[in-house]
């Protein structure tokens, strides 16, 4: 019977439910030990678990092998064929194993019977020794070139459920400890936790777990000198503590006046609200240890505002929360730091917009949310202000002493708690490819046979043109004019949002600019406004149907820009476009805008170029109608994805679902970019689908030259495209397309996929 490869790499794309259905790490291993050897038609399959304090692998599976090896049989790095697979990160297929230089003959479970030897190392992320999979056969010269590819799938699917599989057993472990009347030390065990990512980047520093609005009380850190803090102490932290404060605010004004303006100004006047540190004073005159009159204030105000029913006022029960720590420190450290989060990873249930932005100012190192909801808004604000950040599922994280070490490897949204020195060294080599890329950016992209890439920045906050800058984007290819509107306690003025547009200009000279109108509605409301209450937002009164809507601030809005863009080229562009009536309407409004500026004298763009977003299985029905009316298209895909799958983008019970590969999205982008060709109309890709490289691959394939991702991006992507050719990337497109189903899809991306990921070493 012939070898089924493809059919293997299906079945074994589906662990991750075998997983759920095993009763424990072993079954689930043997199960897809069994799998491997059905398929591979091979007489052996076995896995081997490599432990890295101990430096052995230790045969944890086999299907062939004798089961009573299972436990028993060991291998030092290094050691036979398996060992140095595991050594030297890379697969060993031997025709005639028994004659390998590597061969070493284990005793007792017959392996000399199977001349045909395969070992490919089972790695996370391509380089953390995870074990080995092994396949075997008395059949000499068994195994091939496609074999190889095959396991070296099976192999990095494998990575991840097992490092799962760990993980949950360690934390059901520490939850045997917690309830074991016996109390056992803590335990140190690394543990790895798969999340998702909201912001991407890597980077480690100690736990400060806050209870986001889960309204938990504030509690004295212990003392171990137990000293006595007196009124005079008091004074000074808190006089301390408003310099701190005003000075943050005048940071943030300058670094992020688009968004921030303000933004500590709640936590200024409670500070010095009678009520609150005029209440400490109190309770310390009458003899109550200053460190006891903060935490008990402090909670005073958590419980009232927790238990108000104005929502406004139960947003403030963090800043609340967040004020009693840094006058604790200042009355601790005596101002020795500057009451910061440097150096810390923040664990929370949940945030709000303005609380990233309050952490981030306070140079909060990453952020991990546990169970609560991420918006796209709280992503989007973390990765422009560069705070790598991960949502995760294990309520447990909560728990984690403050102090326990964290790394975040953002990228792709895992979790290690008290990572090993091992994990530590792998990323610290890891960040400093990443810091080698970044110097080595240059000004333009070309892929490897000189084709040009134009790489635009996408602008959330002005804080990201630093980066767009520094990475050397040849433009804003998408600036998302919403968050201002968003970070607001009301709608900016025409002035307001003038001055923020001038700066971005300012800050990008003489390079393609593009602002893009209002996105709200959605999963982004504006606090401020009274949002139809609708069953379906993200079907709703959304982006370009809002400004229609409310054509006051849709004016207000356009004449900002027109007004910003007066000596320079200006591209305007509408989201959430489903009709060439509603591009024209909103095109009309433009016009109208210009004839009211011109009357007025006031100075501005009289031509500036209008485009659209397609990102609506509406929009691509009616493509050649758009490319003829538009002056540009932008291709949306975060949402075009959402909508042609009708898979909501933020929702993670079927965000397995959201997958930029599917059949429909390939052609449906493909469509597009071929009428945009045939009617010589501008086109790029704003949507994250171009951050993934099989995916741009296949869109430089389509004939896609101008791709708009988050600036710091760009040198891993512009290394990517140098080294590709776009005849190359063409074959690859031909054949997606191919495709009718995902099963097709995923199993040639994992085949391609490894060859592009796996070490060459
Ligand atoms: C998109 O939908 O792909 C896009 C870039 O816009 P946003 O993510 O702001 O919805
Ligand atoms: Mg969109």
Do not use: W
């Not at 790499?9 to 009763?23: P, Q």
């Not at 036979?80 to 697979?85: D, S």
């Not at 935490?295 to 958590?302: A, C, K, L, M, P």
């Not at 600019?513 to 079907?539: C, I, M, S, W």
Request: aromatic share 6%; proline share 4%; with cysteine.
């Amino acid at each position: 019977m012939a070898k089924d490869n493809v059919d293997l790499i299906c079945d074994i794309s589906e662990l991750a439910g075998l997983f759920e259905k095993s009763h424990s790490l072993s079954d689930f291993l043997q199960s897809a030990v069994s799998i491997v050897a059905y398929h591979m038609r091979s007489a052996v399959c076995s896995i081997y678990l490599y432990d890295e304090h101990t430096s052995l692998l230790t045969l944890a599976a086999t299907q062939g092998l004798s089961p009573d090896a299972v436990g028993k049989v060991t291998l030092g790095l290094g050691e036979g064929i398996v060992g140095t697979a595991m050594k030297e990160l890379r697969p060993i297929c031997e025709g005639h194993g028994t004659e390998s230089p590597n061969y070493k003959k284990i005793e007792g479970i017959h392996e000399e019977n199977y001349e045909a030897f395969l070992a490919v190392p089972i790695l996370l992320r391509g380089v953390m020794r995870v074990g080995v999979l092994v396949t075997q056969d008395p059949q000499p010269d068994y195994f091939h070139q496609n074999d190889v590819k095959a396991l070296r799938a099976i192999a990095s699917q494998l990575a991840v459920v097992i490092e799962n599989a760990k993980l949950l057993m360690s934390l059901h472990e520490a939850e045997a400890k917690l309830s074991s009347p016996e109390p056992e030390p803590q335990s140190e065990t690394p543990a790895f936790l798969k999340g998702v990512t909201a912001s991407s980047g890597i980077v480690k520093g100690t736990a400060v777990v806050l209870d986001g609005h889960g309204y938990d009380v504030l509690t004295a850190p212990a003392d171990d000198d137990a000293e006595e803090y007196s009124l005079d102490d008091f004074t000074l932290a808190l006089q301390e503590s408003i310099h701190q404060l005003t000075e943050l605010q005048n940071k943030m004004e300058e670094r992020l006046g688009d968004v921030a303006s303000l933004i500590f100004n709640a936590h200024l006047l409670i500070l010095k609200d009678d009520g609150f540190s005029g209440e400490m004073t109190r309770l310390i005159e009458q003899g109550t240890p200053a460190d006891r009159a903060v935490t008990s204030v402090v909670n005073d105000y958590i419980n009232l505002f927790s238990k108000s029913s104005n929502p406004r006022l139960q947003e403030k029960v963090l800043d609340v929360k967040d004020l009693g720590h840094r006058l604790l420190r200042n009355l601790q450290q005596h101002g020795e730091d500057q009451g910061d989060y440097a150096g810390q990873i923040l664990v929370a249930k949940e945030l709000l917009p303005s609380d990233v932005l309050k952490f981030a100012a306070q140079n909060v190192e990453g952020i991990v949310i546990v169970q609560g909801g991420i918006t796209s808004h709280i992503s989007i604000l973390a990765s422009s202000l560069r705070v790598p950040m991960v949502f995760v599922e294990y309520a447990s994280v909560l728990d984690l002493d403050d102090g326990t070490l964290i790394l975040i490897d953002a990228n792709q949204g895992t979790l290690f708690l008290n990572p090993s020195p091992s994990v530590l060294s792998q990323y610290d080599t890891l960040m400093n490819r990443e810091e080698a890329e970044r110097k080595a950016v240059s000004p333009e992209t070309f892929t490897r046979d000189g084709t040009k890439i134009t790489l635009l920045s996408n602008v959330n906050l002005l804080s990201d043109i630093e980066a767009a800058n520094e990475n050397q984007a040849e433009g804003i290819g998408l600036y998302r004019s919403e968050f201002p509107f968003i970070v607001r306690d009301e709608f900016p003025s025409e002035e307001a949002q003038k001055l923020i547009y001038s700066k971005i200009f300012a800050r990008m000279p003489e390079r393609e600019v593009t602002l893009r109108t209002l996105d709200v509605g959605g999963d982004k409301k504006l606090p401020y406004h009274q949002h139809l209450d609708e069953a379906n937002p993200f079907l709703g009164l959304r982006a370009i149907r809002f400004s229609l809507q409310n054509l006051p601030i849709f004016k207000q809005q356009l004449r900002a820009m027109l007004r910003s863009g007066a000596d320079r080229p200006l591209r305007i562009m509408f989201p959430f476009i489903s009709s060439v009536d509603d591009f024209e309407s909103a095109r009309d409004v433009v016009e109208e805008c210009i004839k009211e500026l011109n009357a007025e004298n006031i100075p501005h763009n009289p031509n500036p170029e209008i485009g659209l977003m397609v990102e609506l299985p509406a929009a691509v029905e009616i493509i050649d109608e758009l490319s003829a009316s538009a002056d540009f298209l932008s291709i949306g895909t975060n949402d075009l994805i959402q909508y042609l799958l009708a898979v909501d983008r933020t929702n993670e019970s079927v965000s397995n679902m959201y997958v930029c590969h599917h059949p429909a999205v390939l052609r449906a982008v493909y469509r597009i970019v071929n009428s945009a060709i045939n009617n010589d109309v501008d086109v790029s890709v704003c949507g994250d689908m171009a951050l993934n490289e099989e995916m741009l691959k296949f869109l430089v394939g389509i004939g896609i030259r101008k791709i708009s991702i988050d600036p710091n991006q760009i040198p891993r992507i512009q290394s990517f495209l140098a080294n590709l050719h776009t005849e190359e990337a063409r074959r690859h497109a031909r054949k997606l397309l191919r495709f009718g189903t995902l099963r097709e899809v995923d199993a040639f991306l994992l085949e391609t996929e490894q060859q592009l990921t796996t070490p060459q070493l």
